[in-house]
Structures are given as structure tokens and as C-alpha cells.
């Protein structure tokens, strides 16, 4: 579905990077770029610099307006923005169409789009999935959740490339006419309970991904997922399920190898991509040893399911650094695991005192203030063999600016020990 934007009034909400990418396509398509953010100019003035041309976009900062918002045609909101904020309610008082940066990008999209969503996997499947239809020489396009809005791409794609697209629950419940060719929904376990009222409501969210598919589309899902095998039947898309295989157990990589079949792609292809593939950054990422202990950044790990993954495949005895931004979620079910693997526990940011409670009584929980402190305290008590995993399961906004600025920061403190 394709809208006429020429000289029409567009207000984005947020300045991140999904907004200014918003800003820099409506500038191109001859719109009105409208920009409008909570924070002070001074917290996202570096952000301006990435603006084609800042003269030509209005900037409204330090908080919203109503008769900023209420002079658009469409207003058009960043990932970060909450559905039931002040703005949005002026919009739908003036009639005014709401919609997701996703939602925008995929109205003007020529090209085919493979969707990726998951309560976890959702970064290295769509990686995977991305690297195996280069590999079979086609043009391909991997943005979205990953790091790079999908707006800054949509206008220099053709209809011969693929949109490889890591879409979040946050991403899904701001569209309307989305519609992927392929649809892949890795899991669904607990996260983002901060955001959405219930695992209900985080899972009608995701479920949006297949609203507008039909019997040309697929959706690719979990057959080890309770809540994905009841899905037969109801979806108009085609259903294909990824299931263990005894040579491939990893659910992202066989998300992916079904992916690329119903793209026309061989195994024998996806099984080369697998052999060398190296992972993502700050996925379970190794950054050095020092002193015979190993240091791992997995500062992707931002829920339950994700340090259940690092600390199943961490084979040393480890010091694990935890914490961060609380999402409202249950540890507990890791205390089996944590009181097997983990030899010490390093607890920070604003969920420091929850992790010490959930499991300060099977392993010693020290907290601290900063990450830096943190890292040093787990060097002393890391012994010689050991690791030390630094898998927060927990967002990174009570600290930092999201979780790849938290894992540079964590690499840069730990390639600076002695």
C-alpha cells in the first residue's frame, strides 16, 4: 500500500534514530517533516547532525504540544513511543492517522519483505537469514530492530531486492497494513511486562505480524512452542514449522534454513552460511582472556529466556554480572541453573536488588552502582578457569542509551584491565 506524502504535514514523535531517518525520507518525498521530542534540544542535538537538511524540518523540544501535533496529516511514532501517550490522544481527537515507523517504511516498500519477531533469537535470525539469500546472490536489505530503521532504506530499494526486517512487539502493535511475504516468530516466552499490561496483551502484539498475510505468504513457526502449534488453522498465511533436528538443534538456525527454502534457497547454501557463520556482536560475544579467565559480552540477553540461553551454553564455572532496567519479569525459574553454573553473582542498575533476592541465597549477590565497578569486583573474585558473563537479562535504558552501547561499554572496561 503506497500514500501520497507530497507537501502533506508529517509530525514524527521522537527524535531517535528511527525519527531522524523518518525526518531525512519525508524530506525526500516532499513532505512537511515535523519533529517533536520530550527531551531538551541539547539531549538530542548530536542526533540533529544526521538530518539531509535541519532547515527545512520544524523541531519542537522539551515536551509535546497540542497545536503542534493537531497541524498534521499523518503523525508517525519512534519504536520508544507508548500508544497511550498525551500526543497520540490529541491525533485521534482530530482525526489524524497514527502510525508506526514500520507501518510508514512498508507503505512506500517495492520489495518483498521477510518479517522476524521473537521473544528472543530475533537479531541472529534475521542476521542468518540475511547472509543466506546474499549468499545465494540476491540483493538484500537487513534493518528494522537490528540497529537500522527500516525507513532510512525503503526508498533506495527495488523490487528485485529483500527486505530482511527484525521487528519487536513495540514495532508490531503500531501497524496497520503490514504485511509480510514471510513471517518468522522464533518464541514466545516472558519480557517486556513494563510496556504491555499482561503476556496476553505481549502476545496479541506479536500475533499482528501475520494480520495481513494470505495463502501467497508464509508463516514460519515453532513447533516446540505450545502457543504457536495452536496457531493451525487460524492464520491465512501458509504455515511452515521449524522443528530439532539431530544435526541442527539451534531454533534460529533452523528458523532461518525453513526461511530460505520457502525462498527458493538450498540447503546446501544455508548449511555453508551456518559453517561460517561467527555470530552477532554482543551475543554471547568473546572479548578476551586475561589471566586464564574469559570475559563474554552478551549484553543482547534482556530477558529471562536469554540468560537461560548464555548460561546453558557458557560451559565454564562462571561470575555473572546481572541487571539493569527491570521489565517486570520473573527470574526464579533460572534459580535451578543459577545455583549450578554460577559460582558468583554481580548485580547492577536498577534491577540489582531483585536479582540479589531471587537468588541471594544460592549464590553470594554483591550490587553495585556502575558497570565499571561491576567489572572489576567479578575480576577479583574470577578464578583462573572460569568465565565471567556479563548477560544483564534486563533492559539498558536505567543506564544507557540501549543494549549495544551497554556491551561497548562493557568491552571497553574490560580490554582496559590488567
Same mark, same amino acid.
Given at each position: ?44 542535538? *548530536? ?58 517504511? *512498508? ?167 551456518? *559453517? ?118 534486563? *533492559? ?23
Amino acid at each position: 500500500m503506497s500514500f501520497e506524502l507530497k507537501n502533506k504535514k508529517v509530525t514524527i514523535i521522537g527524535a531517535a534514530r528511527s525519527g531522524i531517518a523518518l525526518a531525512n525520507s519525508l524530506l525526500r518525498l516532499g513532505a512537511i517533516a515535523k519533529l517533536t521530542e520530550n527531551k531538551p534540544l541539547e539531549q538530542f542535538k *548530536a542526533a540533529l547532525q544526521e538530518l539531509s537538511d535541519i532547515q527545512k524540518v520544524m523541531i519542537e523540544a522539551g515536551g509535546h504540544t497540542k497545536a503542534f501535533v493537531q497541524d498534521s496529516d499523518y503523525v508517525v511514532l519512534s519504536p520508544g513511543v507508548r500508544l497511550d501517550v498525551l500526543p497520540l490522544q490529541w491525533a485521534r481527537e482530530a482525526g489524524i492517522e497514527i502510525m508506526g515507523e514500520v507501518e510508514f517504511a *512498508a507503505r512506500l516498500c517495492p520489495a518483498p519483505i521477510v518479517a522476524v519477531t521473537g521473544s528472543n533469537g530475533k537479531t541472529t535470525t534475521s542476521t542468518l537469514i540475511a547472509e543466506i539469500i546474499k549468499a545465494a546472490g540476491r540483493n538484500v536489505c537487513l534493518c528494522g530492530n537490528i540497529g537500522s530503521p527500516f525507513s532510512k532504506h525503503v526508498l533506495d530499494l527495488k523490487p528485485s531486492d529483500t527486505v530482511v526486517l527484525e521487528i519487536s512487539s513495540f514495532q508490531l502493535e503500531s501497524t496497520t497494513y503490514f504485511k509480510p511475504h514471510v513471517a518468522v516468530w522464533t518464541n514466545f516466552s516472558q519480557n517486556h511486562l513494563d510496556r504491555h499490561r499482561d503476556l496476553e496483551e505481549y502476545f496479541q502484539a506479536k500475533l499482528k505480524i501475520f494480520t495481513n498475510q494470505d495463502s501467497n505468504d508464509f508463516a514460519i513457526l515453532n513447533f516446540q512452542d505450545d502457543a504457536h502449534r495452536q496457531l493451525v488453522g487460524k492464520l491465512k498465511a501458509k504455515v511452515v514449522f521449524f522443528k530439532k533436528e539431530e544435526i541442527i538443534d539451534n531454533p534460529n538456525y533452523l528458523a532461518a534454513l525453513e526461511t530460505a527454502r520457502v525462498l527458493g534457497i538450498s540447503e546446501e547454501i544455508s548449511r555453508r552460511v551456518f *559453517a561460517d557463520f561467527k555470530g552477532v556482536e554482543h551475543r554471547l560475544e568473546f572479548v578476551r582472556e586475561l589471566h586464564g579467565v574469559e570475559f563474554i559480552n552478551d549484553s543482547k540477553s534482556t530477558t529471562v529466556e536469554a540468560g537461560r540461553w548464555a548460561l546453558e551454553r557458557t560451559k565454564k564455572p562462571m561470575v555473572m554480572i546481572c541487571g539493569g532496567l527491570d521489565k517486570h519479569l520473573d527470574y526464579s525459574p533460572l534459580r535451578t541453573l543459577v545455583a549450578h553454573k554460577v559460582k558468583h553473582m554481580i548485580a547492577i542498575g536498577q534491577a540489582r536488588f531483585i536479582m540479589k533476592s531471587t537468588f541471594g541465597d544460592l549464590v553470594d549477590v554483591d550490587v553495585f552502582n556502575s558497570l565499571e565497578e561491576a567489572v572489576k569486583a567479578a575480576q577479583l573474585v574470577a578464578h583462573q578457569g572460569q568465565s565471567v558473563l556479563f548477560s544483564p537479562m534486563c *533492559a539498558s535504558f536505567d543506564m544507557f542509551n540501549d543494549y549495544e552501547h551497554r556491551g561497548r561499554v562493557f568491552k571497553e572496561i574490560v580490554n582496559q584491565l590488567m
